[in-house]
């Protein structure tokens, strides 16, 4: 099976700075590869699908990018909503569908 | 505007079973393909199973094979899942998601998500 990790599991970061979230595959999953948020007590939200493609409403600030094993999420100038928890996730196993660990973005 | 709607949870002793359901509105059911994930209290997200769109490919994750059940009912366009012999660490909000492209299962992302029901296995 495919196993996910993340790197950090949490940060804190100040409102305005650039925020980079790593996320890497134990085999190589081409460009399989989403991104979501997810705040407390809510549902998960897809961010960026096929490791770049920002998903309609998406603000431009999310960018994702990477292939094969590792991945990257950068937020350009973080904001007071985008305080969450971000999952990885892949799509290339054909019957399974693995998220990482999770990283947690907090306020400094 | 598409909508899920999880029902079914609630608190079960362990070896008991319980039926969630998903109800799907605002898009043609019939043409996607479906997922259960579920969210342990303070932890994170755990793929359960997936179906196509016309229930010929299921898939369960190992944790959960032999006694989860996957199922849909297009006509009703609702989204089942059957759990059975549960235990303390299913324990989780269960969410039902819609895989992004229609008559697609794999390789796609998860790009709507109910708000999730909660299933407690406790004595």
């Known amino acids: 099976d495919i196993q996910m990790t993340q790197s950090p599991s949490s940060l804190s970061a100040s409102v305005g700075d650039r925020v980079t979230i790593t996320c890497r595959a134990s085999?190589?999953?081409?460009?399989?590869l989403n991104w979501y948020q997810q705040k407390p007590g809510k549902a998960p939200k897809l961010l960026i699908y096929?490791?770049?493609s920002l998903q309609s409403g998406v603000p431009s600030r999310f960018s994702g990018s990477g292939s094969g094993t590792d991945f990257t999420l950068t937020i350009s100038s973080l904001q007071p909503e985008d305080f969450a928890t971000y999952y990885c996730?892949?799509?290339?196993?054909?019957?399974?569908?693995?998220f990482g660990p999770g990283t947690k973005v907090d306020i400094k | 505007e598409v909508q899920l709607v999880e029902s079914g949870g609630g608190l079960v002793k362990p070896g008991g079973s319980l039926r969630l359901s998903c109800a799907a509105s605002?898009?043609?059911?019939?043409?996607?393909?479906m997922n259960w994930v579920r969210q342990a209290p303070g932890k994170g997200l755990e793929w359960v199973s997936s179906?196509?769109?016309?229930?010929?490919?299921?898939y369960y994750a190992d944790s959960v094979k032999g006694r989860f059940t996957i199922s849909r009912d297009n006509a009703k366009n609702s989204l089942y899942l059957q759990m059975n012999s549960l235990r303390a660490e299913d324990t989780a909000v269960y969410y039902c998601?819609?895989?992004?492209?229609?008559?697609?299962?794999?390789?796609?992302?998860?790009?709507?998500w109910g708000q999730g029901t909660l299933v407690t296995v406790s004595s």
């Open positions: 085999q190589s999953i081409s460009s399989y």
């Open positions: 998601a819609r895989v992004m492209v229609e008559k697609w299962l794999v390789r796609q992302p998860f790009d709507y």
């Open positions: 996730q892949q799509s290339y196993s054909t019957s399974i569908f693995t």
């Open positions: 179906i196509s769109s016309s229930s010929s490919y299921i």
């Open positions: 096929a490791a770049s």
């Open positions: 605002g898009f043609t059911f019939s043409s996607y393909s």
